[in-house]
């Protein structure tokens, strides 16, 4: 595919570029500053892309830089969700502009864009209920309010997936392309963490559903190049399993 991903020189961004070259998809990368990204990918890595400069939260330059290069999808890796309850980032407006722009494009290009975005675990659902677990530890609540705006998208406008990691850390200190996880593909389910172990926890009055959550939550740590790899991976077929979906994530090794 041809992928415009915004927020290329960020932790996860960076790993995505490689990855996504290395599935041998067309990266367009959608960047403040290109000597940034230049000076923390491989060289190999770096010549294989194009360039734009452009601010995520710009909706206009977003299409422009979507049509301009005829995308088939876009990935962001922009804005980080503010932990606190009360806290607000800039988050909530790159999602906004972004999905506007990939809507927009796609009503031009007569066909729905691929998009992948960023979320967190606590915007899936608690299992066996239709509660997010941000109800049960309220952290990161902005990625509930994102994945309820994809929700409300129609499905021939933006066929869209929310990646909703816990902690994610890099395997290795520089980029490698090509990039390959040393620690496995990821187990992947849509709307709820997999394998989330059951606890006669849950059952303690008021504090049982978070206590439940926090005894799994140190399991559901996983590394950037993995969740870069799920992404390039489900990017080589339009029939992903996973449109229209939050997506929890987990190491099979943990």
């Not at 705006?149 to 021939?156: T, V």
């Amino acid at each position: 595919m041809r992928v415009l991903l915004i927020g290329a020189t960020g932790n996860v961004g960076l790993r995505l570029c490689s990855a996504l070259l290395t599935h041998g998809h067309t990266v367009i990368a959608y960047v403040r500053s290109t000597s940034k990204l230049e000076s923390a990918l491989p060289r190999d890595a770096f010549t294989r892309l194009t360039v734009v400069n452009g601010d995520a939260m710009d909706a206009n330059a977003i299409k422009s830089a979507i049509l301009d290069h005829s995308c088939d999808a876009v990935v962001n890796a922009s804005g980080l969700a503010a932990l606190a309850p009360w806290g607000s980032s800039t988050l909530p407006a790159i999602v906004s502009a972004v999905l506007k722009a990939a809507g927009e494009a796609g009503e031009v290009q007569k066909r729905p864009l691929r998009v992948w975005v960023l979320g967190g675990m606590t915007a899936l659902h608690y299992p066996g209920t239709q509660k997010p677990l941000a109800s049960y530890l309220p952290i990161f609540r902005e990625h509930v309010g994102n994945l309820a705006l994809l929700k409300s998208i129609p499905s021939e406008t933006i066929e869209w997936s929310m990646l909703c990691p816990m902690t994610m850390v890099p395997e290795t200190e520089n980029v490698a392309f090509p990039l390959k996880s040393s620690r496995g593909k990821l187990v992947a389910s849509r709307d709820i963490p997999p394998n989330f172990n059951n606890s006669v926890l849950k059952y303690i009055p008021l504090i049982g559903g978070t206590l439940h959550l926090m005894t799994n939550a140190s399991r559901y740590e996983t590394s950037l190049e993995q969740n870069a790899d799920l992404i390039a991976e489900d990017l080589e077929t339009r029939e992903s399993k996973f449109i229209g979906a939050a997506v929890g994530i987990i190491d099979p090794a943990r």
